[in-house]
């Protein structure tokens, strides 16, 4: 909503709905605005491993999905994240997402204690959130976590297909873009097997799929004429 008048307004038709709502203030900016602190807290408190990151592209363009990211190394986003962290004293891996405003300062947009698709870049650039939460739950003494290298990037191919396409990123240069990508998800040029097979069983379904709409209409059209 874009004023008190049309929130109020939406709030009295939710009341009597009867829905339960969240409210979030819209931080301007796009989506590349958005920024995020990655942690493994112990059971101790300390932060056992840790990394910042940024969005490069999202599909849809505005409240999408990620489709590219990069690993980054933002001093004031890791520093709000701890602070967060610590004054919710909270155990285990979490993803903290913030977005810069055009002032520049960072607003806490949700905290995620799981684990997500940015540990997969974050491994590649040598903070291994998963790796430190196993050798702490069965009892292995945990490996030195360094500092996370900034510029490792994921991508989810298909997506940023998609978003590229939106945005007019030409072809090529996106297409080399993809190829320098250190992480790509569904896809490793050395073991391609699993995107085979995820390609054969989507094959599958959208033919079957379409098989069974076309009977569909057969018999429809065959009632139709008796």
């Avoid at 203030?25 to 605005?33: D, H, N, Q, V």
């Avoid at 520093?79 to 405003?101: H, N, P, T, Y």
């Avoid at 002032?103 to 430190?132: D, K, Q, S, T, Y």
């Amino acid at each position: 909503v874009d004023d008190s008048s049309a929130l109020r307004r939406l709030l009295g038709g939710l009341a009597d709905a009867g829905v339960d709502v969240i409210l979030q203030e819209l931080i301007p900016g796009p989506e590349t605005r958005i920024e995020s602190h990655h942690a493994y807290v112990d059971e101790t408190g300390a932060i056992a491993g840790e990394f910042t990151g940024r969005k490069i592209r999202t599909h849809p363009r505005e409240h999408g999905y990620s489709t590219a990211i990069e690993i980054t190394a933002e001093p004031d986003v890791a520093e709000l994240g701890r602070e967060v962290l610590r004054s919710i004293g909270l155990r285990g891996v979490a993803k903290l997402d913030f977005k810069r405003d055009p002032g520049g300062a960072l607003h806490l947009l949700e905290i995620n204690p799981r684990f997500n698709l940015w540990h997969h870049p974050g491994a590649l650039a040598g903070v291994n959130l998963p790796a430190l939460a196993f050798d702490d739950a069965v009892g292995l003494p945990r490996a030195a976590s360094g500092v996370a290298r900034a510029g490792v990037r994921w991508c989810h191919v298909g997506r940023d297909a998609r978003a590229r396409r939106d945005e007019g990123i030409p072809l090529v240069p996106w297409l080399r873009w993809v190829v320098s990508c250190e992480a790509k998800s569904g896809l490793a040029i050395d073991d391609l097997a699993p995107t085979l097979r995820g390609t054969a069983a989507r094959t599958a379904e959208r033919a079957a799929a379409a098989v069974a709409s076309r009977a569909r209409k057969l018999r429809g059209a065959g009632r139709a004429t008796a």
